[in-house]
T-cell receptor, first 115, second 112 residues
Framework: NAGVTQTPKFQVLKTGQSMTLQCAQD?????MYWYRQDPGMGLRLIYY???????DKGEVPNGYNVSRLNKREFSLRLESAAPSQTSVYFC??????????????FGSGTRLTVV | AQKVTQAQTEISVVEKEDVTLDCVYE???????LFWYKQPPSGELVFLIR??????QNEISGRYSWNFQKSTSSFNFTITASQVVDSAVYFC?????????FGAGTTVTVRA
């Protein structure tokens, strides 16, 4: 099925460990995003990539790095995980040809716990 | 800067009641898009509607309806004759470029 695929679905890390969340889309979308969801705060943008070869900080980028590996893939790396990074992470993609926004497709999420 | 406010944190209704979710947004741009998403207990985000800033027509889709009023910067969502399957968190969101900004969400619980 076409869409956004995130791996892994669940992960438990110890404080200080590193890991990379993977995201791939097969819809040939230009733009990709990483969000985190915390109770009572909605989804907050961590980083985004408007097009292949570009990345920009979102609302809450501290403690994260990203790589737009190619048009399909956008990874999120936690270099030294902290308990405050316990969250559900969503990857999304969109085909945006400003000013037209065709909407966003979200992955199914990664539930990360840092102990 | 853009901001979305969903003032209602939780709403609880009995099945068949109507429920209206409020959404107020802030943006300086004249061209923008508004969205509603549903997040059921399973956790995925389900797209419900996309509306651009130049289209103020209200929309109805089955039991769902949306009221967009630019004059009050609101994009409210009504579920008519609610059902237990409507129990979920509902998010309003705004985009004026690539980025999508979400409200904090409203948890709707429909009791049988």
């Amino acid at each position: 099925n076409a869409g956004v695929t995130q791996t892994p679905k669940f992960q438990v890390l110890k404080t200080g460990q590193s890991m990379t969340l993977q995201c791939a889309q097969d819809m040939n979308h230009n733009s990709m995003y990483w969000y985190r969801q915390d109770p009572g705060m909605g989804l907050r943008l961590i980083y985004y990539s408007a097009s292949e070869g570009t990345t920009d900080k979102g609302e809450v980028p501290n403690g994260y790095n990203v790589s737009r590996l190619n048009k399909r893939e956008f990874s999120l790396r936690l270099e030294s995980a902290a308990p405050s990074q316990t969250s559900v992470y969503f990857c999304a993609s969109s085909e945006t040809n400003s000013p037209i926004n065709y909407g966003y497709t979200f992955g199914s999420g990664t539930r990360l716990t840092v102990v | 800067a853009q901001k979305v406010t969903q003032a209602q944190t939780e709403i609880s209704v009995v099945e068949k009641e109507d429920v209206t979710l409020d959404c107020v947004y802030e943006t300086r741009d004249t061209t923008y898009y508004l969205f509603w998403y549903k997040q059921p207990p399973s956790g995925e985000l389900v797209f419900l509607i996309r509306r651009n800033s130049f289209d103020e027509q209200n929309e109805i889709s089955g039991r769902y309806s949306w009221n967009f009023q630019k004059s009050t910067s609101s994009f409210n969502f009504t579920i008519t004759a609610s059902q237990v399957v409507d129990s979920a968190v509902y998010f309003c969101a705004l985009s004026n470029d690539y980025k999508l900004s979400f409200g904090a969400g409203t948890t709707v619980t429909v009791r049988a």
